[in-house]
């Protein structure tokens, strides 16, 4: 239903993968045993990060929210009368900021609980990838190594993201500085910073299994703009839902699965 509604629209057409997901899950009941582990253990690192930032961030935005309300009526009152319109204008704005870093806050959130979550889900994730692949494929592509191997390339894969946001803020965290139009270049890079690594980690179970370099999982990600860029894009929309994105994560990683298992076909059938 939705490859023919979105069929020759690449970012469209990544975009709903999530839910080919979820239509997958419901038709085959035996993925279901895969889900409810990860789906606790997002709860319950859902929970902490709730708790260790929602709240002081929040209290934190009322203080800011308050401090700009009364800078702006200070500067207001002295102001000639017939410029009076502008408090509620700068209270306007003060309620734009608050909203802006709270959407930002959410955003992070749902981030942290991809991280977390996906660590900690991996062998829960890796078997749903993999029956997914084996439904979509008819056979699964496996490079065994031992376990000390994975655990290592797991630490190194976790290190190299990292490495590369840093690598890639920094300069935009610098942008910043720049008059006019830094900001809004900063704003938009941190944004595609965000949808890369989110890629790099729902792409990342069918990748892995076949023993990929981390610079090559970052060429199958951009070699499959702009489909990549819409399933990040969604993907990131919806982890970014409070208590939505507690459940979605499996979601994602196999709408990834799903994405990656088309792209196998299309090779086929070149």
Not at 50 to 55: A, C, E, M, V, W
Request: hydrophobic letters at 55%; proline letters at 4%.
């Amino acid at each position: 239903m939705f490859e023919n509604i979105f069929t020759g629209f690449g970012f469209l057409k990544g975009a709903i993968y999530p839910f080919k997901a979820l239509q997958m899950i419901l038709k085959y009941q035996k993925l279901w045993q895969y889900l409810i582990i990860p789906i606790l253990i997002n709860i319950a690192v859902g929970v902490g990060v709730y708790f260790l930032l929602l709240q002081p961030s929040l209290l934190l935005f009322d203080i800011l929210q308050n401090d700009l309300n009364a800078i702006a009526l200070s500067y207001v009152n002295r102001l000639p009368e017939a410029l009076g319109f502008l408090l509620p204008i700068t209270s306007i704005f003060a309620i734009v900021i608050r909203t802006l870093l709270t959407i930002i806050l959410f955003v992070l959130i749902g981030f942290i609980i991809v991280q977390f979550g996906s660590v900690l889900g991996s062998p829960w994730y890796g078997k749903l990838s993999e029956e997914i692949e084996i439904i979509k494929l008819g056979n699964l592509e496996l490079v065994e190594v031992n376990a000390l191997q994975d655990i290592l390339r797991a630490l190194l894969f976790e290190l190299k993201k990292l490495l590369l946001i840093a690598l890639v803020a920094i300069p935009l965290f610098l942008l910043n500085f720049i008059p006019a139009f830094g900001n809004l270049i900063s704003g938009i890079g941190g944004l595609s910073l965000t949808v890369f690594i989110i890629c790099l980690d729902f792409f990342d179970a069918p990748l892995e299994r076949r023993k990929l370099k981390f610079r090559h999982k970052i060429q199958f990600v951009l070699a499959r703009f702009p489909s990549s860029a819409g399933f990040g894009l969604m993907c990131l929309g919806l982890i970014s839902i409070p208590l939505l994105n507690l459940i979605v994560v499996p979601l994602c990683v196999s709408g990834g699965t799903l994405l990656f298992c088309d792209y196998r076909l299309r090779q086929r059938n070149i």
